[in-house]
T-cell receptor, first 115, second 116 residues
Framework: AQSVTQLGSHVSVSEGALVLLRCNYSSSVPPYLFWYVQYPNQGLQLLLKYTTGATLVKGINGFEAEFKKSETSFHLTKPSAHMSDAAEYFCAVSETNQAGTALIFGKGTTLSVSS | DVKVTQSSRYLVKRTGEKVFLECVQDMDHENMFWYRQDPGLGLRLIYFSYDVKMKEKGDIPEGYSVSREKKERFSLILESASTNQTSMYLC???????????????FGPGTRLTVL
């Protein structure tokens, strides 16, 4: 079965600094990978996804992630943090069985941004 | 615009009560999911459904049941609520159709349930 590990449950950066949120996955087949963001008291919103093709994926709000098969990683980055980026971020991998497809989520990383 | 709605944003119930959490999606999606979210534990899958009247257990089904009588509606039922079921509950939907965003899940806003 697939699994997702997010390194660091809490990341703190200063406004304007680089954001790096780490995600490693295990999958026996080519994975579909996702990053979701959750703002306080809201549901999850898709930031970006990797399916096939270009390994550098650009998402909303200036975020991007790079799929590295050799490292089984899909780290999320943003060159310059903004106060509005403070939220919880979840990495997920798609898992398909005979019944259908579900997402396997990591435990999440809370991003704090200080001025 | 795609939409998943949940019947309540905040809910307070008493121990032993039967609780219904409703989720409705307007995207004609085949798949629907119920998660609970707790600090430090991320999202844990309770139940999911790939079609009307079908249900599959997720990772933590104990104490819960579900109902899917119509394609757009997926209900989570707490037969006898307990304090350890105090949590945020998130509903999501997705489609299996080809060229369908590769199974991206669309989430509702969540229901924060408190059991006293």
């Amino acid at each position: 079965a697939q699994s997702v590990t997010q390194l660091g449950s809490h990341v703190s950066v200063s406004e304007g600094a680089l954001v790096l949120l780490r995600c490693n996955y295990s999958s026996s087949v080519p994975p579909y990978l996702f990053w979701y963001v959750q703002y306080p008291n809201q549901g999850l919103q898709l930031l970006l996804k990797y399916t096939t093709g270009a390994t550098l994926v650009k998402g909303i709000n200036g975020f991007e992630a790079e799929f590295k098969k050799s490292e089984t990683s899909f780290h999320l980055t943003k060159p310059s943090a903004h106060m509005s980026d403070a939220a919880e971020y979840f990495c997920a991998v798609s898992e398909t069985n005979q019944a259908g497809t579900a997402l396997i989520f990591g435990k999440g990383t809370t991003l704090s941004v200080s001025s | 615009d795609v939409k998943v709605t949940q019947s309540s944003r905040y809910l307070v119930k008493r121990t032993g009560e039967k609780v219904f959490l409703e989720c409705v999606q307007d995207m004609d999606h085949e798949n629907m999911f119920w998660y609970r979210q707790d600090p430090g534990l991320g999202l844990r899958l309770i139940y999911f459904s790939y079609d009307v009247k079908m249900k599959e257990k997720g990772d933590i089904p104990e104490g819960y049941s579900v109902s899917r009588e119509k394609k757009e509606r997926f209900s989570l039922i707490l037969e006898s609520a307990s304090t350890n079921q105090t949590s945020m509950y998130l509903c999501a939907s997705s489609t299996e159709l080809a060229l369908s965003w590769y199974n991206e899940q669309f989430f509702g806003p969540g229901t924060r349930l408190t059991v006293l």
